[in-house]
């Protein structure tokens, strides 16, 4: 089992930059699969990234050379830089773990002005 908190969403102009943390309640590092999910109003949720336990990543199309996705495993912590940030990029954004289920944290709001 583990608890992911995310922390770091906010109100950002388009072009503008964030950072997510999602921090564990345990160690991350026997944990093979980790990522970031966003839901916008009215639709589902949709991957953003992905990073393996060996660090292996996987985007979006839509966030490919944008956002990247990082893991600090002494601080069980997993990172999402963005970018150059569209309007489209509102969403709430999850963090999630597979640990035998699939665990998700409560969401962080990022909304990007035009």
């Known amino acids: 089992q583990v608890q992911l908190v995310e922390s770091g969403g906010g109100l950002v102009q388009a072009g503008g930059s964030l950072r997510l943390s999602c921090a564990a309640s345990?160690?991350?590092?026997?944990?093979?699969?980790m990522g970031w999910y966003r839901q916008a109003p009215g639709k589902q949720r949709d991957l953003v990234a992905a990073i393996t336990r060996g660090g292996s990543t996987d985007y979006a199309d839509s966030v490919k050379g944008r956002f990247s996705i990082s893991r600090d495993n002494a601080k069980n912590t997993v990172y999402l830089q963005m970018n150059s940030l569209k309007p489209e990029d509102t969403a709430v954004y999850y963090c999630?773990?597979?640990?035998?289920?699939?665990?998700w944290g409560q969401g962080t709001q990022v909304t990007v002005s035009s």
């Open positions: 999630n773990a597979v640990v035998g289920h699939s665990y």
């Open positions: 345990r160690s991350i590092f026997g944990i093979n699969s």
